[in-house]
């Protein structure tokens, strides 16, 4: 993993490039972002950029020490995360005497904290007694979902590296790249906030049969309903598809949105191009209000699965409301 094949996060990577250049790197960086926007990526980069024996602001990934940022087993590279519930302060101390007695190769070491906000507070200030020691050359990464969950007195000493989700269309761009199959990469883009969180949904065994049965049911809904009925058992129910309802959820939810866009003979930004033959013809047969109602009531009824609602009944009631209007 180089800067050059990270995707998006242009501000950061400035930042973190800029401080290679001019050799001005900072003693400690917050990453503070959601899951699958790269933040664990762009610690390794950084830290191959910082031991390569070939580039300045960037990784070649061939050098022997690129390679072994890559394998896991750089001595200077050091990786806590948490133990069990939370980051203690037996493993921040283990990282001091680690640091303190090991000479370096290279003259820097590194150490990247995963989870960060989980460290206990004996841990944070352990740590924060580490970060105020101005003599050696470290570099710490907190990678976090949220840096305002750090102790202001770590966040005072660090620099924050804020990571933003993709926007939609570079994700979908990025993942068809990939080679990623079409069908599944506009749903799964649209449902997760990143792209290692699209990538698993796609790589999630059911997920491709929950589009097909969430098509299959709206298709059945809305002109031969009691099929509709026996598919839910069938296909959801008895099936491992019943613990994820509220994907299914989801991807109505952005079926109905495709069908509003179809009503209003918008075509550019549909979800489910593929399945546009049988889709305009039955967006055409109801008024654009109907499906934004149903868009309404699928948002609704998925509220209720997080109250532990019997998620049968919650499809049930979905489908009933489709059939009516
Ligand atoms: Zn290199």
């Known amino acids: 993993m180089s800067f050059q094949a990270i995707p998006g996060q242009a501000a950061a990577k400035r930042l973190l490039q800029n401080g290679l250049r001019q050799d001005r790197l900072s003693h400690a960086y917050i990453f503070s972002g959601p899951v699958g926007t790269g933040r664990s990526e762009m610690a390794l980069a950084l830290a191959k950029a910082i031991y390569c024996q070939n580039g300045i602001d960037d990784a070649c990934g061939e050098c022997l020490e690129c390679r072994k940022v890559e394998h896991g087993n750089h001595p200077d590279l050091h990786m806590v995360s948490p133990e069990g519930a939370s980051i203690k302060i037996e493993q921040i101390r283990e990282l001091q005497k680690e640091f303190a007695y090991r000479a370096t190769a290279s003259g820097t070491k590194i150490y990247v904290l995963y989870h960060a906000e989980k460290m206990t507070v004996q841990a944070a200030n352990s740590l924060l007694k580490f970060l105020e020691e101005p003599n050696s050359r470290v570099v710490a990464i907190l990678i976090t979902e949220n840096g305002n969950a750090l102790l202001p007195t770590i966040q005072s000493r660090s620099q924050w590296i804020q990571f933003t989700p993709m926007a939609r269309e570079q994700m979908v761009l990025t993942l068809l790249e990939e080679g990623l199959p079409a069908a599944l990469v506009g749903p799964a883009a649209h449902v997760t906030a990143g792209l290692?969180?699209?990538?698993?949904?796609?790589?999630?065994?059911?997920?491709?049969?929950?589009?097909?049965?969430?098509?299959?049911?709206?298709?059945?809904?809305?002109?031969?309903?009691?099929?509709?009925?026996?598919?839910?058992?069938?296909?959801?129910?008895?099936?491992?598809?019943?613990?994820?309802?509220?994907?299914?959820?989801?991807?109505?939810?952005?079926?109905?949105?495709?069908?509003?866009?179809?009503?209003?003979?918008?075509?550019?930004?549909?979800?489910?191009?593929?399945?546009?033959?049988?889709?305009?013809?039955?967006?055409?047969?109801?008024?654009?209000?109907?499906?934004?109602?149903?868009?309404?009531?699928?948002?609704?009824?998925?509220k209720r699965l997080r109250f532990n609602a019997n998620s049968q009944l919650v499809i049930e009631k979905m489908l009933v409301e489709m059939q009516g209007v």
């Open 196 to 302: 290692q969180a699209a990538r698993d949904l796609i790589g999630a065994n059911w997920f491709a049969e929950m589009r097909t049965v969430m098509l299959q049911l709206a298709k059945e809904t809305l002109t031969r309903f009691p099929t509709s009925m026996i598919t839910v058992q069938q296909r959801i129910v008895k099936t491992e598809l019943a613990d994820h309802v509220s994907t299914l959820f989801d991807l109505l939810i952005l079926w109905f949105k495709d069908m509003v866009q179809l009503r209003l003979e918008r075509r550019d930004k549909l979800v489910y191009n593929d399945q546009l033959d049988w889709m305009s013809s039955l967006a055409l047969s109801r008024d654009v209000s109907i499906w934004v109602r149903m868009m309404e009531q699928a948002v609704d009824l998925q």
